[in-house]
């Protein structure tokens, strides 16, 4: 970092909920309860696939990854939010704020990956059975998941560096309860900040978009193929295996596209960091919960094994 943005500004100050003081108890109930139940349903996920084999197929694999990659980002930002809800002292370091900004890109770019994997995934399976095994390969399926751990991280070092490599001299209150690139970018001073910030909004809706895109290609391509099943039995079938997947990209790309393709007007600070909480909180809540109620062989796996007696 250069050395004139660590002398400028050494801290910076979350302003988070404070605009709402009587709420912030309630706040903290209701996502400290989120919070456990995302914990407590992705680790039942890696649990029960860890300990049943018939789940040891490439779709479930890239289900363990993406459960893996919640639990991660969740634990990036939301520990902290937490305690700055009970605290009054609301100060991250510069470097600490840094590196939360980095995990949580790295984390969000590689949950987007993922999902579109699983897509992929979904895609051979369906529209290419016959082939399925060569290209879903042990060997394939543990290269897809590698790539998109490195894309997230390359382009999270990308967002992070461009943004922390400008300098910030005056004011240090975030209007958000995390370190998130838009209100950074309102901190810092210099005149590149417009041309920052216009490439770090470009990196942004580029990976979302293109991963969107494809994921549209895919299901595509799916329901073409799902239509020429002649038995309404074997169309149902084939689909109920994409449900859950597609339910979790809806919900996903919904609200990441609340954050992100908004217009970004006059709105309240306020209004912004609630919308926040959908992307930050909601959606990594509602990811287990989908896959767990929406997936037969997993939810049929889960009462084995932890409910043997029913």
């Known amino acids: 970092m250069p050395r004139a943005n660590l002398s400028a500004v050494s801290e910076f100050i979350f302003i988070g909920f404070s605009p709402f003081p009587h709420l912030q108890l309630m706040f903290f109930l209701l996502f400290l309860l989120m919070y456990l139940f995302t914990l407590l349903g992705n680790l039942l996920i890696l649990t029960t696939i860890w300990g ?34 009970l605290s009054a002292h609301r100060s991250i ?11 949580s890109f790295t984390l969000g770019f590689t949950h987007s990956f993922l999902l579109t994997v699983m897509g992929y995934d979904r895609y051979v399976a369906i529209c290419h059975p016959l082939r399925y095994n060569v290209l879903m390969s042990p060997r394939g399926c543990a290269c897809l998941v590698t790539w998109s751990w490195a894309g997230g991280s ?5 967002v992070t560096m461009a943004i922390f490599h400008l300098p910030f001299c005056g004011p240090n209150e975030i209007h958000h309860f995390a370190c998130h690139a838009l209100p950074l970018l309102k901190l810092a001073c210099g005149g ?10 470009l990196v942004c809706i580029t990976a979302l978009l293109g991963c969107c895109l494809l ?21 149902h079938k084939a689909f109920s295996t994409c449900a859950s997947h597609l339910t979790v990209v809806v919900v996903h790309y919904g609200f990441a ?32 919960i989908i896959f767990s109620l929406r997936n037969k062989e997993l939810k049929s796996a889960m009462k084995r094994t932890f409910f043997p007696k029913l």
């Open 52 to 85: 049943e084999r018939s789940l040891h197929t490439p779709m479930y694999l890239f289900l363990c990854a993406l459960s893996i990659s919640e639990i991660l980002y969740t634990f990036t930002i939301v520990p902290r939010m937490l305690a700055d809800l």
């Open 93 to 103: 370091a510069f470097v600490a704020c840094a590196s939360q900004m980095y995990f």
């Open 154 to 158: 390359v382009l999270g070092l990308v």
């Open 192 to 201: 590149n900040v417009s041309t920052v910030a216009l490439g770090v909004g």
């Open 215 to 235: 994921i549209l290609l895919s299901y595509a391509s799916i329901i073409a193929t799902i239509l020429r099943i002649p038995s309404a039995e074997g169309r």
């Open 257 to 288: 596209s609340v954050i992100y393709l908004k217009s970004k007007g006059p709105q309240s600070l306020e209004g912004d960091t609630l919308m926040a909480v959908t992307y930050t909180v909601l959606t990594p809540f509602l990811s287990p």
